[in-house]
């Protein structure tokens, strides 16, 4: 009997202790909860145990008004019903945030510049934590690895939903597989990062809350895939799958109910046939039957989702189904909108950053637009940070270019060679970036890692112009009408057209390197076009001279490997070899045959990701990549700079990034969804 009394009291003693309200938790005071199991956040009966607390949750008070924003949206059930049975908490950076405001961002175009405002409310499986380090769950609840890492098992939350109130299980993660990716009606070749070399994965789903990824090789880099990059290995079958022919037999006829040809080319219209999540929306690309559509955006579990789309800009509210609170039962996202405004012209921008119209920007902004910042940040209340880079500016030339005698001469090392060696990085380095950057070659890696031999970072870059000069003469370049410029080989007259975009590089660094190659000879021309307009291009093998930012930190490499396989990236990056890509794609009916080392290298990229991580083999395979991608010089390094993030003053729970860099995907590992307005 007193055992059972005393049970009962104790039972009734920690009862009381957890009816009590939760410390409101942030990382920069955790009132004496200890860390979880991962940093800076907890799964919910995690959080409750190391609190001893029940966490009560609330809503935004303007999440009805701001759900009847989205079209096709049914009304709100209450937030008990649209949260995960586990949502994941999070403590803030320094303090609960208040719901409200508008989150103004500023973007180039539709799909150019427009990654950093994308990364403020993306989701993904997993993600990194802001030390860049950890891997930490977020839609996946946790994950296992088998021994070997040829299976990956991932755990959802269950009660997880997309914005619309349907379920979130993982009949969405394979339908996005098998019948996305894998589906040439829908891409016409599957993305790198979702095969294991070259070859396809299988995707099981034993049940709604378990996938399984089946790798036909060892490719423990996945993991890093899905916590780096833009696309997302989700999408809501309950959507797309009723216009998708496999899924359902009236797919053709549902679609041409709406006005389309067909059930794919209305997934199309959602979907894209890009991975890119920022592609447009029937509001865009079918205005003409948008009004018949049930939505105008496809559903998201991302923390805001679209409501309006011009050729201006966008606009976005809270998604009502978010499924992250923070420490004291908040519902997240604090912001209630973002409104997004495209503005191609780089004076433009920096105007509205001056102005105090954005919120944040980091994207497009260079060490060169530092300076009239900072002589405006204390007029404008915002705070420029200067943060290390991964990538830098690159140049290539065009190998299969449609004019031969270019093609025979952008194709040749020697020339390659003397191009690099012509660029002056030490005089850059002071001209266009403060001396504050590293001069050096490419590498692909960056950081570099302990296995890379430190010549390749010295390679064919330093400044040497009678070395340029006597190379471009063993050519046979030679300038045979005395107008101060060389000719080609075949006599044929030379102009280097060198078109860039101020996303991709500066226009000081792009004209700088025109000028020394001009020195030694090379007439170099330059023009300034949009994003779009360079994508555009280099699609169409029609530059003479690619020119964007380029690397990739050892993490990510090891699950994507896109920078090492012709043509070296995708469409949103620095690409050259077009018809070699063509050539291998269509296994030779097409296109240009690449040279064996070309071969060579996508073989050992292959070999790196499924060597185990660390390891002497892969070590080895490393070395190997570098020195053949580095020795040939497909691209030419220059400066590796530091580079400005903006934000308002206003911001709150705003923390310094480690790095300023598109590829640990931006604001994504520092949680913007728990970013406030204090207005």
């Known amino acids: 009997m007193k055992k059972l009394l005393f049970a009962s009291a104790a039972t009734l003693a920690l009862a009381g202790a957890a009816s009590a309200g939760c410390p409101a938790v942030t990382v920069s005071d955790p009132q004496g909860v200890a860390a979880g199991a991962f940093p800076e956040q907890y799964d919910l009966s995690e959080f409750q145990k190391l609190a001893n607390c029940t966490l009560e949750f609330s809503d935004n008070p303007a999440i009805a008004k701001l759900n009847k924003m989205i079209r096709g949206n049914p009304d709100l059930p209450p937030l008990a019903e649209r949260l995960p049975e586990e949502p994941l908490v999070v403590a803030p950076y320094d303090s609960i945030g208040q719901y409200g405001g508008t989150f103004h961002a500023l973007s ?5 510049g427009t990654s950093d405002f994308l990364s403020v409310r993306h989701v993904n499986l997993v993600r990194y934590s802001d030390d860049l380090q950890t891997v930490v769950p977020f839609v996946a609840k946790d994950w296992q690895w ?7 098992t991932m755990h959802l939350r269950k009660g997880h ?17 098998d019948n996305l990716m894998m589906d040439p009606n829908v891409f016409s070749k599957p993305k ?3 095969l294991v070399a070259g070859k396809a994965m299988t995707v099981e789903t034993p049940d709604p809350q378990t996938v399984v990824f089946n790798l036909p090789a060892p490719k423990p880099g996945l993991l890093a895939t899905f916590a780096t990059i833009y696309a997302q290995p989700f999408q809501p079958m309950h959507f797309l799958g009723k216009f998708h022919p496999a899924i359902n037999p009236d797919a053709d006829k549902l679609a041409q109910s709406y006005g389309f040809e067909n059930g794919y080319a209305l997934i199309k219209a959602y979907y894209g046939n890009s991975d890119w999540t920022d592609t447009g929306t029937p509001m865009l690309n079918s205005p003409d039957k948008v009004a018949k559509l049930p939505k105008d955006t496809l559903p998201t579990l991302e923390s805001h989702i679209m409501s309006k789309q011009t050729t201006e800009g966008r606009h976005l509210v809270a998604n009502p189904y978010f499924f992250v609170v923070d420490t004291a039962g908040h519902q ?8 997004e405004t495209f503005a191609n012209e780089n004076e433009v921008r920096l105007l509205k950053l001056i102005n105090g119209e954005v919120t944040y920007k980091a994207q497009s902004l260079s060490l060169p637009d530092v300076s009239l910042l900072l002589e405006n940040q204390e007029k404008g209340d915002y705070t420029v940070d200067l943060e290390p880079t991964i990538a830098m500016p690159t140049f290539s030339f065009n190998v299969t270019h449609e004019d031969m005698s270019k093609r025979a001469v952008f194709g040749d090392l020697r020339f390659r060679k003397a191009m690099s060696v012509a660029i002056n990085r030490d005089e850059m380095n002071e001209t266009a970036f403060f001396g504050q950057g590293v001069p050096k070659q490419y590498i692909g890696f960056s950081p570099t890692p302990d296995f890379v031999d430190h010549k390749w970072l010295d390679f064919a870059a330093k400044y040497d112009p009678a070395e340029a000069n006597a190379l471009l003469d063993e050519i046979g370049m030679k300038d045979t009408d005395g107008d101060g410029f060389r000719e080609l080989p075949d006599g044929k007259k030379l102009v280097v057209n060198l078109q860039f975009a101020t996303q991709g590089v500066s226009s000081q660094v792009a004209e700088l390197v025109a000028q020394y190659w001009s020195a030694v000879g090379v007439q170099t021309t330059v023009k300034e076009v949009t994003p779009d307009e360079y994508r555009s291009a280099q699609s169409a093998n029609k530059l003479d001279v690619g020119t964007w930012r380029k690397g990739q930190p050892i993490s990510i490499v090891m699950g994507t490997p896109e920078l090492w396989k012709a043509p070296f990236e995708n469409y949103f990056g620095h690409r050259t070899g077009m018809l070699w890509a063509e050539y291998i794609d269509s296994k030779g009916a097409k296109g240009v045959k690449p040279p064996k080392w070309v071969y060579e290298l996508s073989d050992e990229v292959d070999a790196f990701q499924s060597a185990t991580p660390g390891s002497d083999e892969q070590a080895k395979h490393g070395e190997r990549m570098v020195e053949l991608m580095t020795g040939h010089l497909l691209f030419i390094g220059t400066v590796q700079a530091p580079a400005p993030i903006f934000h308002l003053n206003k911001l709150k729970n705003f923390t310094e990034f480690k790095t300023a860099s598109y590829e640990y995907y931006r604001t994504y590992p520092y949680r913007p969804f728990q970013w406030y307005l204090d207005e």
């Open 332 to 339: 997240l996202p604090y912001i209630n909108e973002e409104d």
């Open 108 to 112: 180039n175009a539709s799909e150019a």
């Open 161 to 177: 939903k997309w914005s619309d109130g349907a379920p979130f299980t993982s009949a969405d993660i394979k339908f996005w597989y």
């Open 146 to 152: 088998n021994d070997d890492y040829t299976q990956l």
């Open 192 to 194: 790198d990062y979702a």
